[in-house]
């Protein structure tokens, strides 16, 4: 990964936030940033190179990103619904290892999709990367690039 000012960026697994207005947004197409600025949920954004492919999408209760670079898929999805699906009990046997932008996250993978999920300024965020070769490309088979991705996401201009 690559970072328009690599200086400013956080450390990986300093859990520190990106900084605000960063070079994501003005890489983005015009029609993803108008997406952004009328959008009801706030937006993280990729950061670069991703932020230039990046396809923003946005509802009522929610800001979504995708983004395709090379043999890797990236899914941003932040949403102010959540729905318990697990109980109390069970919820806090989740053991939150992780922590991004500050805050305690969740490392998941399912069918070879690596995923964070975590909680930050009453929005639930999901960061997914999805690999052409999940079983041996090291940004699906590892944590790293996936916690790495998720530090350096930076805030919407608003």
Same mark, same amino acid.
């Given at each position: &990964? ?9 450390r ?5 936030r ?9 890489a983005?197409s +015009?029609r ?11 937006? &993280? &954004?990729?950061?670069?190179p ?6 923003a999408?946005?509802?009522e !209760?929610?800001?979504?990103?995708? @983004?395709? +670079? #090379? #043999?890797?898929?990236?899914? +941003?999805?932040?949403?102010v619904?959540?729905? @318990?699906?697990?109980?109390? !009990? #069970?919820?806090?046997? %989740?053991?939150?290892? !992780? ?5 305690? @996250?969740l490392v998941? %993978?399912?069918e070879g ?5 975590w !909680?930050?300024?009453g ?5 997914? %990367?999805?690999? %052409? ?15 790495? +991705?998720?530090?350096? &996401?930076?805030e919407?201009?608003?």
């Amino acid at each position: &990964l690559t970072a328009g000012c690599a200086s400013d960026a956080p450390r990986p697994g300093s859990g520190a936030r990106a900084p605000l207005g960063g070079s994501a947004f003005p890489a983005m197409s +015009l029609r993803s940033q108008q997406v952004v600025r009328e959008a009801r949920v706030p937006f &993280l &954004l990729l950061p670069r190179p991703y932020a230039e492919r990046a396809i923003a999408t946005s509802g009522e !209760h929610f800001s979504a990103l995708s @983004a395709r +670079l #090379d #043999d890797v898929s990236l899914s +941003l999805h932040g949403t102010v619904l959540v729905h @318990a699906t697990a109980s109390p !009990h #069970d919820a806090q046997r %989740v053991r939150r290892r !992780h922590h991004v932008r500050g805050v305690p @996250a969740l490392v998941l %993978v399912n069918e070879g999709i690596r995923s964070v999920t975590w !909680h930050e300024r009453g929005v639930d965020w999901t960061l997914e %990367v999805e690999c %052409v070769r999940h079983e041996t490309d090291p940004r699906c088979t590892q944590d790293a690039f996936l916690l790495e +991705l998720a530090s350096r &996401l930076e805030e919407a201009p608003r």
